[in-house]
C-alpha cells in the first residue's frame, strides 16, 4: 500500500485535472462508450483511447488510475468517491462507466460481520479503517438518483432506448448492494457485531490494540446508522409502516450503540485512574 500522505497529495491534483477536463464541451455522450472501465483489459483501453479526443483521452486515463487508488487506503476512497461523484454531477458522460467502476469496486466489501474486516492495525499508523463503507454508499445514492433522473430528463425517445437497459441494470445493481448492506445493519445487533461492552474492554498485551479495531468498526457503523437512515427516508415515506420500522430500527441500534461507547469510555477512565 502507498503511503497515506503521497496519496493525500496526489489524489486531490488528479481530481483537479478531472475536472478541468470534464467541463469541456467537447466530451461526447455516454452512448458512445460501451465498455465499463471496471472491466477494462490494457488493450481494450488502449484502442478506446485512440479512438477518443484529447480531452477524452486525458479522463480515460485518470480514471485508471482512481481506479488503482480503490486499493489504497480508507483515505483514499473517499477521496476518489468525492472526485467521481462531484465528476458526474459537473458532466454525466462518464456517469456509467463510473457506476460501473464503483460497482464492482463495491463488490471487494465484506458483509458487515467482524471488525477485523473493517479495521486493523498499519504499523506506525495505528489502527484505521479499510473500507469506508457509509462514504461508498452515499456515492451509490448519489449516482442512483442520477441514473434514474437522466432517464426522465433525456431529450429524445432514441437517447433513452439506448441507455435504458444498461442504466436499469446499473440502477437494479446498485440497489441490490444498497439493500444488502440495509438488511445486514437491520438484522444484526451489537452482539453479532461483538460491538458489546466485551469488546471494549482491554485485556493482555494485544488487548489495547484490539479495543482500538473495535472502536474504529463502531464508529464506522454509527456513520453507517446514518446513511442508511437517510437512505430508508429518502427511499419510502413517513406514512409507509415498514419504513418507520426500519428508521426505527436503526435508530435504536445507533443509540444502544452509542450508550455503549459512553459506558465503556467512562469504566476505562476509573479504571485508569486508580491505576495511577
Known amino acids: 500500500m502507498i503511503c497515506p500522505i503521497k496519496i493525500s497529495t496526489a489524489?486531490?491534483?488528479?481530481?483537479?485535472?478531472?475536472k478541468s477536463c470534464t467541463t469541456q464541451s467537447s466530451i461526447k455522450s455516454t452512448a458512445e462508450f460501451?465498455?465499463?472501465?471496471?472491466?477494462?483489459?490494457?488493450?481494450?483501453?488502449?484502442?478506446?483511447?485512440?479512438?477518443r479526443n484529447p480531452d477524452q483521452?486525458?479522463?480515460?486515463?485518470?480514471?485508471v488510475y482512481l481506479k488503482r487508488a480503490l486499493n489504497q487506503s480508507a483515505e483514499a476512497k473517499c477521496l476518489?468517491?468525492?472526485?467521481?461523484?462531484?465528476?458526474?454531477?459537473r458532466n454525466p458522460t462518464f456517469?456509467?462507466?463510473?457506476?460501473?467502476?464503483?460497482?464492482?469496486?463495491?463488490?471487494?466489501i465484506p458483509k458487515i460481520l467482524?471488525?477485523?474486516?473493517?479495521?486493523?492495525?498499519?504499523?506506525?499508523?495505528?489502527?484505521?479503517?479499510?473500507?469506508?463503507?457509509?462514504?461508498?454508499?452515499?456515492?451509490?445514492?448519489?449516482l442512483q438518483r442520477i441514473l434514474i433522473g437522466q432517464a426522465y430528463t433525456?431529450?429524445?425517445?432514441s437517447q433513452v432506448n439506448s441507455q435504458k437497459f444498461r442504466d436499469d441494470e446499473l440502477t437494479r445493481k446498485i440497489e441490490e448492494f444498497i439493500n444488502e448492506v440495509l438488511e445486514q445493519a437491520l438484522e444484526k445487533d451489537l452482539e453479532d457485531l461483538s460491538l458489546d461492552k466485551v469488546a471494549f474492554t482491554e485485556t493482555g498485551n494485544q488487548g489495547s490494540n484490539k479495543v482500538k479495531i473495535h472502536l474504529v468498526f463502531a464508529q464506522m457503523m454509527l456513520q453507517l446508522y446514518d446513511v442508511l437512515i437517510a437512505i430508508v427516508w429518502g427511499d419510502g415515506t413517513l406514512d409507509n409502516e415498514d419504513?418507520?420500522?426500519r428508521m426505527a430500527n436503526l435508530a435504536a441500534k445507533k443509540k444502544k450503540l452509542i450508550e455503549v461507547l459512553n459506558e465503556c469510555n467512562k469504566t476505562n477512565k476509573e479504571k485508569k485512574a486508580k491505576n495511577q
Request: aromatic residues 6%; charged residues 15%.
Open 11 to 18: 489524489l486531490p491534483v488528479i481530481l483537479l485535472l478531472l
Open 34 to 51: 460501451s465498455q465499463s472501465f471496471a472491466t477494462f483489459s490494457s488493450q481494450q483501453l488502449s484502442s478506446q483511447i485512440n479512438r
Open 57 to 63: 483521452n486525458i479522463v480515460c486515463q485518470i480514471i
Open 80 to 89: 476518489v468517491y468525492k472526485g467521481l461523484i462531484d465528476m458526474v454531477k
Open 95 to 108: 456517469m456509467v462507466q463510473v457506476a460501473d467502476l464503483l460497482h464492482s469496486h463495491a463488490k471487494n
Open 114 to 142: 467482524l471488525a477485523k474486516n473493517f479495521a486493523e492495525v498499519f504499523g506506525k499508523a495505528g489502527v484505521l479503517l479499510k473500507h469506508p463503507l457509509p462514504q461508498l454508499l452515499q456515492a451509490f445514492g448519489t
Open 154 to 157: 433525456a431529450t429524445t425517445r
Open 243 to 245: 419504513t418507520v420500522k
